[in-house]
């Protein structure tokens, strides 16, 4: 199993260009998410989903759309990237009623210029 | 909304050192509780999790952790650390019924010779 992966792992980016991160994971989970992290700010949830076609915002999700066709991937896409949006950029899935033990891919390091 | 607060932003120890993380959550009411680590420039890894039953749980490369549901606590701890446990931890919770993890800040740990 390749477990979760994440492309392409670095990003640069002007501002209000728009771009797609993608995410896939080979283990069948209905649960997946998509986090940011800054220094000092721990892993803030973008967006989630349970299961394919449903999709919800987490604590921080403007600027961000996401969608799931199919169980494997998870893709986030920015509309019109910005400074603020600068950020290491992590997928992660479990299954549903896992309880919070989720599987992280590698990450993509994105800069907005 | 549950909240999560690990008390040190950084921990600088010295090899064979005993070493504790602390973490605090904000509601007592039915979370699951994990501990995560980040080694540099990779994605997270679980390294433990209090689901139910014994307060104290082990996790991988000798570290554990306490439940201490009086004082919403969940301190990790390691008796002798090593210079390859030098890391970034984060303390997350789930609250039941829900899959959306709540990370902490994160706690530097750096190990000196």
């Known amino acids: 199993n390749a477990g979760v992966t994440q492309t392409p792992k670095f990003q640069v980016l002007k501002t209000g260009q728009s771009m797609t991160l993608q995410c896939a994971q080979d283990m069948n989970h209905e649960y997946m998410s998509w986090y940011r992290q800054d220094p000092g700010m721990g892993l803030r949830l973008i967006h989630y989903?349970?299961?394919?076609?449903?999709?919800d915002q987490g604590e921080v999700p403007n600027g961000y759309n996401v969608s799931r066709s199919t169980t494997e991937d998870f893709p986030l896409r920015l509309l019109s990237a910005a400074p603020s949006q600068t950020s290491v950029y992590f997928c992660a899935s479990s299954y549903l009623q896992g309880r919070g033990e989720q599987f992280f891919g590698p990450g993509t390091r994105l800069t907005v210029l | 909304a549950q909240s999560v607060t690990q008390l040190d932003s950084q921990v600088p120890v010295f090899e064979e050192a005993p070493v504790e993380l602390r973490c605090n959550y904000s509601s007592s009411v039915s979370v699951y509780l994990f501990w995560y680590v980040q080694y540099p420039n990779q994605g997270l890894q679980l390294l433990l999790k209090?689901?139910?039953?014994?307060?104290l749980v082990k996790g991988i490369n000798g570290f554990e952790a306490e439940f201490n549901k009086s004082q919403t606590s969940f301190h990790l701890r390691k008796p002798s650390v090593h210079i390859s446990d030098t890391a970034e931890y984060f303390c997350a919770v789930v609250q039941g019924g829900s899959e959306k993890l709540v990370f902490g800040k994160g706690t530097k740990l750096t190990v000196n010779p």
């Open positions: 989903s349970v299961g394919a076609g449903i999709t």
């Open positions: 209090y689901l139910s039953g014994s307060t």
